[in-house]
């Protein structure tokens, strides 16, 4: 009796196991299948400059057309990419993309690209990084790299070192939604960051919580008082743009100004709010 029982259980849990394990396999071959026939996608969200409200660069984010699910967000694909070590190819996919788009807009816009932890850790970004930019033509000043604070928790000791020496490429780097990590303080003096981005959390919570406000107050002031430009990011409301604009923050995106837009509806954007003849002075 107790045997069956005992077995019937282990029948059932192995089963469910092999399932997941199964679905899980199946997850990962689509994926690898979707980078290798190009079923990804860069939208571009725009970010504005305080002082006039104008565009001054964008950030890529990655979309995925499953031929079965439809237009997927990154939730739902970046975790998987990251456990499987497949986020190597698809962010050099996507950093290759950028450059080159980026390289067809006016020439003092920049584009930001999210780093992925173990794009810090694994192969040779520098090199990737020196050949996106060389097949695009894109000047490393027009590129910004976004890194969180969680990637710099899991560094080796190369990390300071790798992000010192993209640093001396000229290009920029940002350290994207501060204020959610661990050790942003020390990391702010340690490593070479040009920008921090305030984490759309706190910006949500700015016009109906004071905690929330001042918090972002205090990380404008940290930013600037460290000679860093900084972002508020998931800027949704004109009251929210108001207070940020009042606290003096430099840059703010957010789906108030615009969502992420595929490539050619934000160059249909550039083109409307800045003609032509008037960004090549
Ligand atoms: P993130 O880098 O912090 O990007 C900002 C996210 O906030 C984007 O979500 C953007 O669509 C969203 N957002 C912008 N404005 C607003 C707003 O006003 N309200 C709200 N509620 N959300 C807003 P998305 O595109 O879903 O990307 C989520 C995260 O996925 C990104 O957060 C980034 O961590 C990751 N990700 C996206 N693309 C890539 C990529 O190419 N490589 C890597 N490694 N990660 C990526
Ligand atoms: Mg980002
Ligand atoms: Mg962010
Ligand atoms: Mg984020």
Known sequence: ??????????????????KRLHERRNRE??????IAEGQFEAYYQP??????????GAEALLRWHHPSRGLLLPEHFIPLAEETGLIVQLGEWVLREACFEAASWADDLVVSVNLSPLQLRVGDLYQMIVSALGDSGLPANRL???I??????QENESTLGVLNRLKSLGLRLAMDDFGTGYS??????????????????????????????????ALIDLGHGLRMRVTAEGVETLEQLNLLLADGCSELQGFHMSHPLPATELNALLNSTRPRDETKQ
């Open 29 to 34: 071959d689509e994926l690898r299948q979707a």
């Open 184 to 217: 942003s303080l020390s990391n702010l003096r340690k490593y070479p960051f040009d920008m921090i981005k305030i984490d759309g959390s706190f910006v949500t919570g700015m016009s109906h919580s004071n905690e929330s406000h001042s918090i972002v107050k």
């Open 144 to 146: 910004e790299l976004e």
């Open 1 to 18: 009796q107790a045997k069956a029982n005992g077995r019937g259980t282990w029948c059932f849990y192995g089963s469910e196991m092999d």
């Open 148 to 153: 969180t604070e969680t990637a710099l928790l």
């Open 47 to 56: 970010r504005y400059l305080s002082k006039d409200m104008s565009i001054n």
